[in-house]
């Protein structure tokens, strides 16, 4: 089982790569980054109801568990928004890879709202990419 979750993490990083340069060529093309964000959530979205949908519509989550998701689909959407209008603005090298650097703050902030352990690798893998990061942007 963990194996696929690692397949689909490096499929979702494929797809995300391309999302990053699609996203470029479009306002490379005129495109408005909020019209790129607007028409990006409609396709999100209808790919999202189509796999609801073939999952025969599971179970009715919990009141506690919306709101989780409304919070992570704001958060979403203002990454989404902020990504389009930094995208038009820069070098899609530059952009993705500086928007790429989440799982890092996602790292430091699970010790205080997921309650999980930072080790010494964590830690170390951090100060790694943001290395990296610094050094791309150059």
């Known amino acids: 089982m963990k194996q696929l979750g690692v397949i689909l993490a490096l ?45 025969r519509f599971p179970a009715a989550p919990t009141r506690a568990s919306v709101l989780l998701a409304l919070l992570s689909g704001l958060c979403g959407a203002i990454g989404l928004l902020c990504f389009s209008l930094a995208i038009q603005r820069g070098d899609a090298a530059i952009i993705v890879t500086l928007s790429a650097i989440y799982p890092a703050f996602t790292l430091l902030l ?29």
């Open 11 to 55: 499929l979702s990083a494929v797809a995300w790569a391309f999302w990053g340069v699609f996203s470029k060529l479009s306002t490379n093309r005129g495109m408005p980054p909020t019209t790129l964000a607007f028409l990006a959530s409609c396709v999100s979205f209808i790919v999202v109801v189509g796999a609801y949908a073939w999952q």
């Open 110 to 138: 699970s010790p205080f709202l997921l309650q999980e352990q930072l080790s010494l690798t964590h830690a170390l893998g951090v100060l790694l990419v943001t290395l990296g990061v610094i050094l791309v942007t150059r």
